[in-house]
């Protein structure tokens, strides 16, 4: 067995030498030459063209103890974010911004919104800034293709992307823990989101704004930051958008509002606890213990979703609310937002 044994392996490595003898010649992609520099332009309605146009319009702010991202809207230095990036500021604490290409700016706060979860800075001492196409989030369509822009863990100019994963979705976000008066009327997306990119633009395949980054779904994780599990939130831009003008203008928003305190049904719906004397609900004649379970044709299953759907839309404007059995119209109202 022994003698069998060695003969097998010598006849073995007499193959092997002699099949490496009559290979040919060695080539070794070590010392091949570089390839030719890409010089085509981006294919239109890539993420390559995407990334090109939206990161000159993306900043990350800078606050004490940690940073977020924002858009830029006008060419003097307003620029739109989250209201939780930057509300640690609010009492006079340092805020700065980082452009693209490096350079800083000092900012201050025109105005904020924290039941919207929306904020607008100024960068001082700046002109001729790119500014963001602001697109709509009216038409999205689960499944399109969208790229989100920010700064993830302080990696400044990140660009992820995915799909619109769901629509008006009712999230709370806003701060460390989230708010009770912070109820998003949310786009979902698989985009990567992580701690950093709040306040970064979610933009559709032609570089336009859809959304506001905003919050991200994470497990429970004990002694450890969030990250992106593949289901992030962003402010639909038709509303970001109004609150943003607002903010800039007056240095005030308002809030759209039915005038009703709401706890979730037991069966589904909104269960109407309380009505707001002379607001838009008791005019329309809606009664504690009522039961909401549609706006329009969006159903209504938490209290969340209602009160999602109602900050979705803009003062004054007219809905049906299905309430039991009957069909009520109503006319929005408003309310100023307070800060703390």
């Known amino acids: 067995m022994l003698a069998v044994g060695g003969v097998a392996g010598g006849v073995g490595g007499y193959i092997g030498y002699q099949a490496a003898d009559r290979s ?23 993420i390559e063209q995407v990334a090109q146009k939206v990161l000159p319009t993306v900043v990350q702010v800078q ?31 340092p805020l700065r911004v980082v452009f693209q290409d490096g350079k800083r700016a000092a900012a201050k706060i025109v105005g904020r919104d924290p039941t919207s979860d929306l904020a607008v800075v100024k960068a001082e001492g700046v002109s001729g800034l790119p500014t963001a196409e602001l697109g709509s989030s009216s038409d999205l369509r689960i499944g399109q293709d969208v ?15 995915g799909i619109v994963s769901s629509l008006n979705r009712p999230v709370r976000a806003g701060g460390e823990g ?19 990119n709040s306040g970064g633009p979610l ?25 992106s599990v593949g289901i992030g939130f962003a402010i639909p831009i038709d509303q970001a958008k109004r609150t943003a003008k607002e903010l800039s203008e007056t240095g005030k928003a308002t809030q759209t509002v039915l005038g009703v305190q709401v706890t979730d049904n037991q069966e589904g719906g909104a269960l109407v606890r309380e009505v ?28 969340d979703a209602l009160v999602a759907a109602v900050r979705s839309r803009t003062p004054g404007e007219k809905v049906e609310l299905t309430v039991g ?8 109202g408003s309310q100023p937002v307070e800060t703390r």
């Open 147 to 161: 790229v989100a822009v920010g700064s993830p863990f302080d990696l400044n100019g990140t660009v992820t992307s």
């Open 24 to 46: 040919g010649p060695v080539t070794n992609a070590l010392n091949a030459p570089p390839p030719a520099q890409q010089t085509e332009n981006a294919p239109p309605g890539s």
């Open 276 to 303: 707001t004397p002379g607001g838009a609900a008791d005019q329309a004649g809606l009664k504690p213990g009522d039961v909401i379970t549609r706006l329009g044709d969006r159903p209504i299953d938490t209290s």
């Open 178 to 196: 989230g708010s009770l008066a912070t109820v998003l009327n949310a786009i979902q997306t698989d985009a990567a989101i992580n701690p950093g």
């Open 203 to 227: 933009v559709d395949m032609q570089g336009r704004v859809v959304g506001v980054n905003s919050a991200i779904y994470s497990p429970n994780r004990q002694g450890s930051q969030a990250g």
């Open 325 to 332: 059995s009957r069909t009520v119209e109503v006319t929005l």
């Open 63 to 93: 606050v004490s103890g940690g940073a977020g991202s924002g858009i830029v809207v006008s060419s003097d230095g307003l620029i739109l974010t989250n209201n939780h990036v930057v509300e640690s500021a609010a009492g006079g604490g």
